[in-house]
Structure formats: C-alpha cells, structure tokens
C-alpha cells in the first residue's frame, strides 16, 4: 500500500489574521485507511481538509509553510483545485449548498462533464455512483425536494463519480438526524470496503463509528494532539480533557475498571468485558 497523503510541516494563517490555524502538522495516511479527525470546534480540521484539496492556497489566501502530497508525487500545492478532484473528493457539512443542478442525474454529471468524460463512460458512472449509494430511484428528483440525508448522499455520488482515490468529508452528518448520520458513516464504511478508497472523515458522532474506522486523529489549537488507534487514543484522557465527545461505552468501561488497559469501543465489546469480570467475581468468591 502506498501512501495516500503526507502532511509534512504544515502550517497556514488566513490572510490577514495573526493567529496560525494550523502549526507544523504531519500527517501520514495510507491507501486504503479510514482515518477520524476530531477536536473541538476552531482547532482546524476544516483548514486541515482545505489544504488537502487544495482549497488552501488556491481559493482560500494565507501564509503557508510545508508540504502536501498526495498518492506519493502529486503536490497540492503546484496543482490547481480542479486538476485536483480526480484524485481527492470533498463533501462538506451544508448538502444543501453543495447541489447547484436541477436533478440528481444533473449533479452527478455535472463533474464528469468538466472532466470530459465521454457519454457513454459518463452513462456508466452516473449509474455505478447512485448504485453504490443505493440512490437509484431519486434520478429525476430535484436536489432540494430531497431529505438532508438524501442529499448528503447525492454530494458524495457527485464526488465518487470522479472516481477519486481519497474522500474528505467535513463533518457530513452535522445537519442529519442520529439514523440518517448513520445511514451515511455505513456507506462511508462500504465504499472503503468495496473499493479501497482512503476516507478521511471529521465526525462528532464518535460512537457511531469508533470501533469501525482505522485510525483516530485529535487536533488541538492548530496541532495534531494525539494520533493513533482508537482503543489506544480513547485510552488517554486528554481527548475527554479537550472536549471531545467520548463515547458512553467507554466512560462507563473507564468508571468501572479504570483506564488503563483493553477500552471497549462499542455496547458488545462492554458487555464482554464486564461479564468477564462477573465470571472472574464469581470464581473467586462463590455466591454460597
Ligand atoms: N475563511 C477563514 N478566514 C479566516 N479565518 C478562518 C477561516 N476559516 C477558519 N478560520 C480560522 O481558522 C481557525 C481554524 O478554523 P477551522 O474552521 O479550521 O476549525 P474547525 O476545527 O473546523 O472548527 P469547527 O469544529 O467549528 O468546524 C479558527 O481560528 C478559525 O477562526
Ligand atoms: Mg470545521
């Protein structure tokens, strides 16, 4: 597996502010991995996302230190933005300003038409793009008669349609109700699945999905805070200490047993451990 995205020494402040949004970040993502950006709210995942796409420096001016390069040798920086969509997909949080046609059909075209795909090959993708996003049957529908959720699904088939190796998706579920968050975060999971493609997600709703994805990245004041696999990040109490939403699993497994060894990440994993415990208890002290 090659690497997807090397962040080295990464650090932008909007023009005309003081204050960096980002200082000195390094971040490597492999091919292939689902990686969770989570941190309270103006420590700079956004920035972050923008300077993978290229949104930064492109549209967005600043001052900017370090490097970003994408799939081994393409560098984010020398690119324009839209060279770079073939590669790196972005959804934002609003669906609803990201739709600007008048159909679904339209707006998963709409794209591959500015990349000069050919009718047929833009037939073929429009219908593997609504399939894998099981939108079939919305097609003709207009974007805004469309629930958040549908819509949010439509932005993402309007970016799988480039068939881009990476997805960057900035907080998607943020307008959605607790069903449709998870409707999206299982498809998210099953792109990755089924074709491999590199996610990198910032998400509040850790509980819905801590225990699927493969690494989780904690920023902090324009820096990466912590960086690792979920059981061992959750593990430290610095993610509770900056105010991220751990999830009840696994403050209830913390206020149980303590913090320092296996952290279960969802209710199966809790259950297993404190039966296990139960069992323990028994063994050692017999009821009669
Ligand atoms: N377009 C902009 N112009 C100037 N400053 C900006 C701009 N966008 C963000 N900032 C500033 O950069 C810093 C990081 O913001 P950013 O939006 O990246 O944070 P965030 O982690 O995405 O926050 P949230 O959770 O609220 O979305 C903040 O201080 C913010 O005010
Ligand atoms: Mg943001």
Known sequence: MGSAIKIKGLSFRYRGFKEWALRDVDLEVE?????????PSGCGKTTLCRCINGLIPHFYEGE???????LNDINVLEKEPYELVEYVGMVFQDPEAQLITSTVEREVAFGLENLGVSPDEMRARINWALGMLRIEHLRDKA?????????????????????????????????????????ILNLLLNLKEKLGIT????????????????????????????????????????VEDIGVEVPRVVKVYKELFGGERWIPLNPRELAEVVIHALKRHRDQEPLV
């Not at 091919?31 to 941190?39: A, M, N, P, Q, S």
């Not at 900017?64 to 390069?69: A, F, I, N, P, Q």
Request: proline share 5%.
């Open 199 to 238: 996610v990198v997600l910032v998400e509040h709703r850790l509980s819905m999905i801590v225990d699927k994805v493969d690494r989780i990245v904690v920023m902090r004041e324009g820096r990466i805070a912590a960086n690792g696999k979920p059981r061992d990040v959750l593990k430290d109490k610095l």
């Open 143 to 183: 974007p805004y008669e469309l629930s958040g959720g549908e819509q949010q699904k439509v932005a993402i088939a309007a970016v799988l349609a480039l068939q881009p190796k990476i997805l960057i998706l900035d907080e998607p579920t943020a307008n959605l109700d607790p069903l449709s968050a998870l409707e």
């Open 31 to 39: 091919e292939g991995e689902f990686i969770l950006i989570v941190g």
């Open 64 to 70: 900017l230190h370090g490097e970003v390069t994408l």
